[in-house]
């Protein structure tokens, strides 16, 4: 090998392969030599040769289906190599498109929460612009918390009127303890998540926040989830309204109006016109509901005044 100049070995092994494998592709010798080394696991430095007339130095026939043998050898190793790196490339590109799509679902995901949470209606109870001492919001009642509620579908087309069938009251602390009595027993003995009506009016035109404008009352079924439900303070089977609680009202029912709680051509009832033969709100104010321009009298012969 010391003989034969580097490129004329590597021009005899080329032309060897093309002569003995027909339509083949040419690798190049370089490269097959250094895989073939690799796949031998040794490397050739130093041949000598002594007095040997089997060993022919130069361009030999003999030779030729050793190399074509070789560079086969070679050729195979180098194409098992690559198809093992084909593979490993196939499963890294299946990994990396499976973590692109687990990558998207995720972020999909949270992106469709945070805009929901952000996005979403906060469910909170809307407080009315009357500033007037006649006028009492539920910390101003010592109200409990209240245990939930539903938001009601504004605006609403009805306004129901009931009273407490309890003793009627005209001083400031004394309706306030009724109004907390109320709610302690609808949320103790009926269960409801608060107090029942969504206002209540005392004696003397006091007007106390109950559930709230924007907040789903419980005080007549079915109809809670449509209208606006007030609570007179009181038996009116033997108490007196005064003028005081009818105006007032009427002053918090057309801020109702204004801020688009209540339509602005909602009917009036008491509350035996809608359900039939029951006291509420007693007689003594279905005398006076004339008072509100939006009273509708239908059914009024419904009502038991006693």
Known sequence: MSHLRREEYEM?????????????????????????????????????????????????????????????????????????????????????????????????????????????????????????????????????PDQGFELLDLPVSLVLIGHSALDFCTKIDECKRKVLDIQEIHQLDSHFYDIGPNFLVGGNGYVFEGRGANIMGAMITYFNLKSISIMFLGNYVYDKPTLAMFDNLSVLLQELVNKRVLTTDYKLYGQCQVIGFVVPPGPNVMDNLYHFDHWDPTNKTFCIRS
């Open 12 to 144: 005899t092994i080329v032309e060897a392969s093309n002569s003995a494998i027909d339509n083949e592709l040419v690798v190049n010798p370089r490269n097959l030599m250094r895989q073939a080394s690799a796949c031998y696991g040794q490397t050739i430095e130093e041949l000598n040769v002594i007095e040997s007339e089997d060993v022919h130095i130069g361009i030999s026939v003999i030779s030729v289906s050793q190399n074509v043998e070789n560079i086969e050898l070679a050729r195979g190793c180098a194409l098992g190599a690559e198809l093992v790196t084909n593979q490993r490339r196939k499963g890294v590109r299946c990994s990396i498109a499976v973590f692109l799509c687990w990558t998207l679902v995720i972020t999909g995901v949270l992106i469709y929460f945070v805009f929901y949470f952000a996005l979403a209606p906060k469910l909170s109870r809307m407080d009315l612009d009357i500033d007037e001492p006649w006028y009492f919001r539920r910390d101003q009642w010592y109200a409990n």
